[in-house]
């Protein structure tokens, strides 16, 4: 505060006044791990000062400038002098704060492995750095599938038929492939519907198909196609014997890759509960839907790390098809861990 009174005096001149003042935290992650700031707010009383009043307008644009520039001075040397407060125990915080984003105990000893005894000096940049590393290393999981058929797996409502869609014309209007879209998914009205639209607006051949045997014809069908998406229905986890069903299609096919499809928005306990009910049907990756709807993206990192599988796309919003990123081990630690890194 003495700081900033000298500050403002030099600025101001001795007739200032403080309007307010404040601690303030930087946004973002970091944020809560850096001492605060301290923010004052302070100004001039014009009608006391005397001023010559021949033109009047003229000096008051001029004034309201110099006020302006004053105020930006002031305000940028406020926040390069930071204000020091004590260091809060800061290994503690973030084990505190991975605990926070509903990643497991075990796991967030995993992440910690490295990272420093609690009595020893280390800089929140350090932390930070080795933990991305360390959870960089949890979410690193081999795929190396074919991917010429996909098939879309998972829970009711997570996303499953939007994903597709987005991925379909990512690949036929981005990268010029030839795709065929496949449902199995006939239980829900409006769900072939839903296809059907899309396929449409991109011109992309679907078909639906109702048995085990229709699904290899055509497959066969489509051999000529550098992507075959296959969705299906998205059928309760918990009821197994039409989990069962599913596979009873799948094993058709040489299904190249099997990607269950998981809503960011499920609770942690729920979605390893899933994971291990679509064992039954096996599956070799993960893409995480509505990453824009919570901020709590923990359980990831605990689904790979159960499941063995890396997560292949995250999407962020209902618009097809741009609401879907490639996901890779770098890019969702960073999500996971939030945009301290660029602090
Ligand atoms: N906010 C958000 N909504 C999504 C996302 N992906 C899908 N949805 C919405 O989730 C709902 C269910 O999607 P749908 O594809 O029909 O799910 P399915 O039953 O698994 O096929 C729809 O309203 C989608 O628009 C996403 O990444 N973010
Ligand atoms: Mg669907």
Redesign the pocket.
């Known amino acids: 505060m003495q700081d900033a009174f000298t500050i403002i005096r030099q600025d101001l001149g001795p007739d200032a006044v403080i309007i307010s003042s404040k601690k303030v935290r930087e946004n973002g992650l970091i944020g809560l791990f850096s001492p605060k700031k301290l923010e004052v707010t302070a100004a001039v009383d014009e009608t006391r000062q005397e001023k010559p009043t021949e033109d009047v307008k003229d000096e008051h644009s001029g004034g309201l400038e110099r006020e302006v520039a004053e105020m930006k001075k002031l305000l940028n040397k406020l926040t390069n002098s930071s204000y020091q407060e004590p260091q809060p125990q800061t290994l503690g915080r973030w084990r505190e704060l991975l605990l926070q984003m509903e990643i497991s105990n075990e796991v967030v000893s995993q992440l910690f492995q490295d990272v420093g005894d609690p009595g020893q000096e280390v800089s929140q940049q350090q932390i930070y750095g080795q933990l991305t590393e360390n959870m960089i290393t949890i979410l690193e999981k081999d795929c190396s599938k074919d991917s010429k058929i996909i098939t879309f797996i998972?829970p009711?409502?997570?996303?499953?038929?939007?994903?597709m869609a987005k991925l379909a014309a990512q690949f036929s209007l981005y990268l010029n492939k030839k795709v065929a879209l496949v449902t199995i998914d006939t239980y829900r009205i409006g769900?072939v519907e839903?296809l059907r639209t899309y396929g449409e607006i991109m011109g992309i051949p679907i078909d639906v198909v109702m048995t085990p045997k229709e699904l290899k014809h055509i497959v066969d069908k489509h051999q000529d196609k550098d992507l075959i998406l296959i969705d299906t229905a998205?059928r309760p986890s918990k009821n197994s014997a039409q989990i069962r069903e599913l596979k009873g299609f799948l094993e058709q096919i040489e299904v190249g890759e099997t990607c269950l499809?998981l809503s960011s928005t499920t609770r942690g306990r729920d979605l390893l509960k899933i994971v291990e009910d679509f064992k039954i049907v096996g599956y070799d990756s993960l893409i995480f839907?509505?990453?824009?709807?919570t901020e709590i993206l923990g359980p990831i990192v605990d689904v790979v790390s159960k499941t063995d599988v890396p997560v292949r796309y995250i999407?962020?919003?209902?618009n097809v098809p741009d609401?879907i990123e490639e996901a890779t081990p770098e890019k969702l630690a960073k999500l996971i861990l939030g945009a301290a890194h660029d602090a």
Do not use: I, L, R, W
Not at 156 to 163: H, I, M
Not at 315 to 318: L, R, Y
């Open positions: 998972g009711t409502g997570v996303g499953k038929t939007t994903t769900a839903q998205g499809v839907t509505k990453v824009d709807e999407t962020n919003g209902q609401d």
